[in-house]
């Protein structure tokens, strides 16, 4: 997959500001609560661990985190996070993302045909500009003035090189702050190491999301620039023993979304509206994977990494939906929303500078709802394939192709001369396609739009006319000439006369469907972001007026520091230790799935200390987005991976609870064992080791 669901969804929402507990928050690197960590700590970060924490983590385009762990180029991530390499390398016979994946060499590193890493290089606040452009404006006229000034924001960043330099206008505390964010840009990023997925995602479902764990979810990859691998000075250096029980713990990566500081009229209409509808439909399409993958080896291997994130995907929702049914959840949101409201009511003054902007965001809501399900189908293209390769890319061609042709500043923002090296990355990349796994995804997907959309509804009769979506599935794939990435960047070359000229079947649908898709995305634009982010805005201002910035900002898959300890927690009266060893892996081990080892495993046995740590817990505040996340020390070393949290931590996107929601992570301990003795890698070892080739 080239965009992760979870991520496109996320585009869906708002994001705000939360209130602050002990070790909670995840925070911006230009303001970080020193005071906070000094008290409770007494550890105070100085300017040049910051720098090093900054720009030696890394996040991955797709959706992931990341960190160099060496002068040359080395990245850490998850495994679960590579899932997208491990399959698209994987050609003819090959299974890497069952098997995983050895270079013995340098020259052994192939290149990875879509990952991009994104170093952090600055942050400036833009907010006077932003809110200079946006001023007095509303709906349609407020969305464009937003696009016009991130554009010439992001241009004067990127300054003509944006191969070198990615630049993103990001909104903090629901549009109390904007701030751009400028990256280094790595697009040649080759595979060096990853483990089999038995080891990686050992205990498979049963054990996602819960602890103990004994896991080895770790990828490395490896940067390169001109052809040789990069130079990166700022790197995390490799611990080899590990943390300790309560030892202060700081995870660095890049937290997808959260929505902790959303009233509850917009989460009340998040639950209701978006998260019941998609869970549904990704149960129903987990049966679909679970289906195909039942017809043979093949079928499984095609289908295993979207399958892993579905599988994923469902548990998260779950937790989420949970938390967002639970009356002192909502009881508790309700008197945040109230008092604050009566905050801003009391004098004559705060009434008129702040206006009624609840009333503005519940109307902004309700039309949300009459909005969300023509939505989702067509512009963010569930019921159009969006969890195939082959409409999308048709989609990306013809879009890129639309906004080319326009000024900058008009621009949708993918398309943006900033964004568009990543754009044109993935639509060139020489990934395989399989016609039959396609074809069954486009014709659930397909099902879906009539279900959802109605047999009578015109977008549907113009889409699949007098078929079915199975026939017009198959007809579509068959037809198709896009599987090649040579077509696909014939037509990227050819811009809007190669796109108008093609008579390719899936380029002709992408067309067909392009101008309805893109009515509802103005009407969702117009009538229900720029509402609410005028009135989260103003909210916003006032939550500022009362309490001052002592909070952090809502996630916005942009880099955050979280800091906490290792720390296990009580499950029903018992403790829950917060470490697991390599003689738990052994005893856990049943030789079938998901508690069957590798025979790397099985062999390396009777070389390994038993007692060497696999898997830690600790305290630091997390979400999707975090994984492959570094867990690094107050030295700035690096002493764990993040790969998960527990059960309790799913409701984190909207409320931290210290008691009990924890980080899980691979211990570097467990990591440099299992490189130098079950896979038997001196050179990678030494590499973590000594920082260098």
Not at 498 to 510: F, K
């Amino acid at each position: 997959m080239k965009q992760m669901f979870g991520i496109a969804l996320a585009g869906l929402l708002a994001a705000g500001a939360g209130a602050v507990m002990a070790n909670e928050g995840m925070w911006t690197m230009d303001h970080l609560p020193v005071k906070q960590m000094q008290q409770e700590y007494g550890f105070t970060p100085s300017a040049q661990w910051i720098d090093l924490v900054q720009h030696a983590a890394l996040r991955l385009a797709e959706g992931c985190s990341g960190s160099f762990v060496s002068a040359n180029g080395l990245v850490m991530t998850n495994h679960h996070c590579a899932n997208s390499c491990l399959s698209q390398l994987s050609k003819g016979h090959e299974d890497y993302m069952s098997n995983g994946y050895v270079a013995l060499k340098q020259e052994d590193e192939p290149k990875c045909p879509d990952v991009e890493l994104n170093q952090l290089e600055s942050i400036t606040d833009v907010t006077a500009q932003v809110n200079a452009a946006t001023a007095g404006k509303a709906g349609a006229e407020r969305v464009k003035a937003e696009r016009e000034v991130d554009s010439k924001l992001e241009q004067s960043c990127v300054n003509g090189d944006a191969k070198t330099w990615r630049c993103d206008v990001i909104t903090l505390y629901n549009g109390g702050r904007y701030a751009l964010y400028k990256y280094r840009r790595y697009q040649d990023v080759r595979l060096v190491f990853a483990p089999e997925q038995s080891i990686a995602f050992f205990g498979g479902d049963p054990d996602n999301f819960n602890f103990p764990r004994y896991d080895l979810d770790v990828t490395f990859f490896r940067a390169y620039v001109g052809g040789k691998p990069a130079n990166t000075p700022k790197f995390f250096k490799f611990d080899p023993q590990g943390p300790k029980a309560g030892d202060m713990t700081f995870v660095v990566g890049n937290p997808g979304s959260t929505r902790r500081g959303l009233t509850w009229t917009e989460l009340s209409a998040l639950r209701d509206f978006q998260l019941v509808p998609v869970f549904g439909m990704l149960s129903e399409l987990r049966g679909v994977l679970w289906q195909y993958a039942r017809d043979g080896a093949q079928q499984a291997k095609e289908s295993q990494e979207l399958q892993f994130g579905i599988e994923n995907s469902i548990k998260v929702y779950n937790g989420w939906l949970q938390t967002l049914a639970d009356d002192n959840f909502v009881q508790h949101k309700q008197e945040q929303d109230a008092a604050l409201r009566q905050w801003m009511a009391a004098t004559a003054q705060r009434r008129a500078a702040y206006g009624d902007p609840w009333t503005e965001l519940a109307h902004a809501q309700q039309r949300g709802q009459q909005l969300s399900t023509r939505y989702m189908m067509l512009e963010r293209g569930i019921g159009l394939g969006q969890f195939g390769e082959l409409f999308n890319d048709a989609r990306i061609l013809v879009r890129a192709a639309a906004e080319r042709t326009k000024p900058d500043g008009e621009r949708l923002p993918d398309f943006r001369e900033a964004n568009l090296p990543a754009v044109q990355q993935a639509v060139e990349s020489n990934v395989p396609v399989y016609p039959r796994y396609e074809q069954t995804l486009l014709a659930w997907s397909l099902g879906r739009l009539r279900q959802s959309l109605g047999a009578d509804d015109p977008t549907v009769h113009e889409v699949l006319g007098k078929q079915s979506p199975e026939q017009l599935a198959q007809q579509l794939v068959s037809g198709t000439k896009l599987a090649d990435p040579a077509v696909r960047k014939q037509l990227w070359d050819g811009g809007e006369k190669a796109i108008q000229a093609s008579s390719d079947p899936m380029i002709v649908l992408a067309r067909e469907v392009d101008p309805e898709s893109r009515k509802i995305r103005k009407a969702y634009e117009d009538e229900v972001k720029a509402p609410t982010d005028k009135a989260n805005e103003t909210i916003a201002k006032a939550r500022f007026d009362r309490d001052g910035m002592s909070s952090y900002p809502d996630a916005t898959f942009t880099q955050r520091l979280s800091y906490g300890k290792v720390v296990g927690w009580n499950e029903n009266g018992a403790p829950v230790p917060p470490f697991t060893h390599f003689a738990g892996l052994y005893k856990r081990a049943t030789g079938a799935d998901p508690f069957k080892l590798p025979d790397s495993w099985i062999k390396a046995q009777s070389s390994l200390d038993m007692s060497t740590p696999m898997d830690f817990v600790t305290d630091n505040d997390i979400i999707g987005g975090n994984s492959g996340s570094p867990v690094i020390d107050r030295q700035g070393h690096a002493v764990g991976l993040i790969f998960d949290g527990n059960i309790h931590s799913l409701g984190g996107d909207f409320v931290y609870d210290g008691s009990n929601n924890r980080a899980v992570a691979v211990d570097t301990a467990a990591l440099v064992a299992a490189v130098r003795k079950v896979y038997k890698l001196p050179r990678l070892a030494d590499e973590l080791i000594q920082g260098h080739l």
